[in-house]
């Protein structure tokens, strides 16, 4: 026991492996928040004027929202006056291949393990690389445009596309929707965009890297992905961030239209800087995501893992008004140290015969906090609407605590609502077992954690499973004894 | 009204204060406090009636109809305990039953050490309601060792010949390896308006047991609100069992705080809404301290344009340890119209614990019925014995044979008449 109480301190005191900073020159708008930080965030990005009236609406919406307090979370009161609302790299001339990125940021995506050449040549990934706010560099598009499909930076598509931006932004999340979702309609700065035509299925996982790198930048990511009628999609959204004392303010908004016959899959996998061990510092990720099942049989699915962040706050939501629409959402959140987690669903069912799977695992050590807070709505109308929800929590430590919260509200007779809950810890005996036949303790604990959380990863892309595994790994080390 | 000339003892007097103080600061619950979130209370908050004073007419009638024979009656008659329609011959050896009116005044018995203080009043409202206008109710004291095998029976009647508002208040101290059972019936003239806010305090000393059995059936258009709460001492057992069927607004707050090791709790209940009304109960089970077990089953039927909401919340502390919780929420919906909004809550924060939660929500299982026809039963008589099964594990665990039948019969009797005989779907033409 000695010796591995020994193991698990030094562990734990290993240090966050993604931080380092960036020099890199920054284009960054004063500190606070008005009107006019709004309008010149909207003429640095050289926006038409209908995408800054939407934002100034968004703003005046946003003053008169509340901020919200009933999530099962502690953190210091925001000053969004003591926040710069806009970073961007410098250099921002159009680039024609990879060689001409920023060498500074070249470097930080090789720390990061994502060489983007070799995924270009290896892995068949386009990646979207979005450096603090705005994209540096977009690869396999030429590939993607022969066959429709637009994959581009948010500012991009507002304007080659502005119709199909005008079309759906804010259909899905309004401006008014919350108090994160007003914010970040006001002053997003970039993000991606995603068309799929009709009856096209993409022929590789779409993936976005997010980064946060300015000191005291918030970041407000906006992405919007459409498949149009029978198209399908999976797109992966992954993300580190550089060590920080400050607390780092992240509200980003995500949304997904998916038509008739249309499948959307969206991952993630979050990892950002979590704060030290005793709780200082970290992101504040609260996220608005939420995806619309507007067509029949069309289906949207989330998986996500949440190792990072000392707050998170977020919901991926499926809104199911096509008949015989899918929702689904998979998810494993890992709170270690004096992180705080409260994450979940919401599925919203409107149309006949739609059907939602939940399967949430929340593994909570150290001093974490992870709770789980979902919704299943059946409509009046939502003739043999099916949901089932699993909700399993992981506790490992006596500090901890794992909270479940599951909302259900349920309109009509025809509908089978399903939700189970369980909280369990890791079986002295199952350690045992597995020491027994000479597997080290850190690797049986790591054993029976991904064993725990298996029907989530292989809802995950391939690439994203085995990050996915051995970040879980990481995040957990340290934590266990 | 003679009795309120009287002035209470100055502890009773510093109790109500400092709950008006509390009840002043927080006023009537909206649905923007997230307890509330589901349930609106302002008809209660508007109809502003008067306090009720003294018995009515009906009331001796209703007294009788849901006798339960060789039982210890108790019967409070708009808040105040009317000694006249209560029935003491069965008293046995170890109980003292008061009208905590009259022994209020009495230092020695215990009543002033626990009333107003199993509550924590400033997240109960309502309870700080009742306690602010604290007058009359009954106190029933299990001495030590005392096994009490007659049943109390606590009927509680409320109404008049116009609307009124009476606070009800019940306390129970069961001592060490003491053993009681205590039922109360909530009961109003059928079709009349009034406002019960009920108030019920359980103490269960060490190694004792307490089986409080709630039966609702007050007038479909009165508002009830009962606050139920209990501390569960070492290795001491509660068992809560409430079956509702009346009240235009319902809201029940049940909660047991397991306060010593060892202690054991049972939390069930069904209830069955139809109409208009909206039936809400919330519970809250707090597993203080390790070694602890709680089994809670709460079912409900919903028919015509009713709401339900259920919200069971179970905490486990700090260094709970082994605690084992269990809780199952079960709905019927059989109307399109109706809705139910369950929330079962979990908050852990302890690692060695088994904790489990299941919620459905559902219809009949078109395969059993379908199995049911496929034997000669109609489908009507098929669905009456689903909804029997369904209902009736809950009912079961009830341990007086003479109020099991009572609560069976009204419980059943009510169902039909809200089904009318034959099931929706048979409407649908499926």
């Known amino acids: ?481 | 009204m003679e009795a309120l000339v009287q002035a209470p003892p100055a502890w009773v007097k510093e109790r109500r204060e400092s709950a008006a103080k509390q009840f002043a600061a927080v006023g009537f619950p909206t649905t923007r406090d997230e307890d509330w979130r589901f349930t609106n209370v302002k008809p209660i908050a508007e109809a502003n009636w008067p306090l009720a004073r003294g018995g009515f007419k009906q009331a001796e009638a209703l007294v009788a109809s849901v006798n339960v024979p060789g039982a210890v009656r108790l019967v409070i008659v708009n808040g105040e305990f009317a000694a006249g329609l209560s029935d003491l011959s069965a008293l046995p050896k170890g109980l003292r039953i008061a009208s905590l009116r009259d022994r209020a005044r009495d230092a020695t018995d215990g009543i002033e050490t626990h009333l107003g203080k199993v509550f924590n009043l400033a997240t109960h409202p309502f309870a700080a309601l009742n306690t602010s206008l604290l007058d009359d109710g009954v106190a029933i004291m299990v001495t030590k060792g005392a096994i009490v095998e007659t049943p109390i029976h606590i009927v509680i009647v409320t109404g008049g010949d116009r609307p009124v508002v009476a606070h009800p208040r019940v306390l129970i101290v069961a001592g060490e390896n003491s053993q009681v059972r205590v039922a109360q019936t909530f009961i109003g003239a059928q079709g009349s308006a009034y406002f019960n806010n009920a108030v019920a305090e359980v103490v269960v000393g060490p190694s004792a047991l307490v089986q409080l059995y709630t039966d609702q059936r007050e007038s479909d258009r009165a508002f009830h609100i009962a606050n139920i709460q209990a501390h569960v001492e070492t290795k001491g057992v509660f068992e809560s069992h409430a079956f509702s069927t009346g009240a235009r607004i319902m809201r029940h707050d049940i909660g047991i705080g397991l306060k010593g090791e060892g202690a054991d709790c049972t939390m069930n209940g069904v209830y069955l809404a139809d109409g208009e009304r909206l039936m809400d109960t919330h519970t809250s089970l707090d597993h203080a301290v390790p070694h602890c077990t709680s089994h809670e089953i709460y079912k409900g039927i919903l028919a015509g344009k009713s709401k339900a909401v259920f919200n069971g919340r179970i905490i486990v502390q700090l260094d709970a340890q082994k605690t084992d919780a269990k809780q199952t929420n079960r709905a019927l919906l059989l109307s399109d119209d109706a809705t139910i909004n369950s929330n079962p809550q979990l908050e852990i924060f302890a690692d060695d614990v088994k904790c489990t939660h299941g919620a459905a929500v559902g219809q009949l299982d078109e395969e059993a019925l379908f199995y049911l026809q496929a034997r000669g039963l109609t489908r009507a008589d098929a669905r009456d014995m689903l909804l029997h099964a369904f209902a009736g594990e809950v009912i079961a665990g009830l341990q007086i044979p003479a109020l099991r039948e009572q609560i069976e019969t009204n419980f059943f009797a009510r169902l039909r008449q809200d089904t009318g005989g034959h099931a929706p779907q048979d409407v649908e033409g499926r």
């Open chain 1, 1 to 481: 026991m000695s010796t591995a109480t020994k193991q698990i301190e030094e562990l734990a005191n290993t240090e966050y492996k993604y931080g380092f900073v960036t020099d890199v020159e920054q284009d960054i708008v004063p500190v606070g928040l008005d009107e006019d930080v709004v309008r010149l965030i909207s003429s640095k990005k050289g926006e038409p004027q209908w995408m800054l009236d939407w934002r100034l609406k968004a703003f005046r919406a946003w003053l008169k929202i509340e901020e919200p307090h009933w999530q099962n979370v502690k953190y210091e009161p925001i000053d969004y006056q003591g926040v710069s609302y806009y970073a961007a790299p410098s250099e921002k001339k159009k680039l024609n291949s990879l060689d001409e990125v920023d060498p500074e940021i070249r470097a930080t995506f090789d720390k990061l393990g994502i060489p983007l050449e070799e995924q270009k040549l290896l892995s068949n990934v386009a990646v979207d690389a979005v450096f603090d706010s705005v994209s540096v560099a977009t690869t396999f598009r030429g590939k993607l445009a022969e066959l429709g499909i637009i994959f581009c930076s948010f500012s991009e598509a507002v304007k080659d596309h502005p119709d199909l931006v005008k079309q759906y932004v804010g259909s899905v999340v309004p401006h008014t929707d919350n108090y994160f979702a007003a914010l970040n309609s006001a002053v997003f700065s970039d993000g991606s965009f995603v068309y799929i035509p009709k009856g096209v299925r993409c022929p590789m996982e779409l993936s976005t890297y997010f980064r946060i790198n300015a000191k005291n930048t918030g970041q407000f990511e906006r992405t919007l992905i459409i498949a149009d009628e029978g198209s399908t999609v999976s797109y992966l959204e992954g993300c580190t961030a550089p060590m920080r004392d400050e607390n780092q303010l992240h509200a980003a908004v995500v949304e997904l239209v998916a038509h008739k016959d249309a499948t959307i899959k969206y991952s993630t996998v979050q990892n950002w800087y979590p704060g030290d061990k005793n709780g200082k510092g970290g992101i504040y990720n609260f996220v608005t995501k939420r995806g619309i099942c507007k067509g029949d049989r069309s289906k949207i699915t989330w998986t996500q893992v949440e190792t990072g962040s000392a707050v998170t706050w977020k919901y991926p939501s499926c809104i199911l008004q096509g008949n015989d629409s899918i929702g689904e959402f998979y998810s494993v959140a890992v709170t270690n140290n004096y992180q705080q987690a409260d994450t979940g669903t919401k599925m919203i069912h409107l149309g006949k015969n739609t059907r939602s799977t939940i399967v949430s695992k929340g593994i909570s050590a150290g001093r974490g906090q992870n709770t789980y807070r979902g919704a299943v709505k059946i409509g009046k109308n939502a003739t043999n609407a099916r949901n089932y929800s699993q909700c399993d929590s992981l506790l490992i430590g006596d500090r901890c605590g794992a909270h479940t919260f599951p909302y259900l509200e349920i309109k009509n007779t025809t509908a089978k609502v399903e939700h189970e809950a369980s909280t369990s810890k890791i079986g002295e005996d199952q350690i045992f077992y597995c020491e027994s036949r000479g597997i080290a303790k850190e690797d049986a604990i790591n054993m029976i954690v991904s064993g725990f959380c298996k029907e989530v990863f292989r809802e995950l892309p391939m690439e994203f499973a085995v990050e996915a595994q051995k970040l879980l790994g990481i995040s957990l080390e340290g934590s266990v004894g």
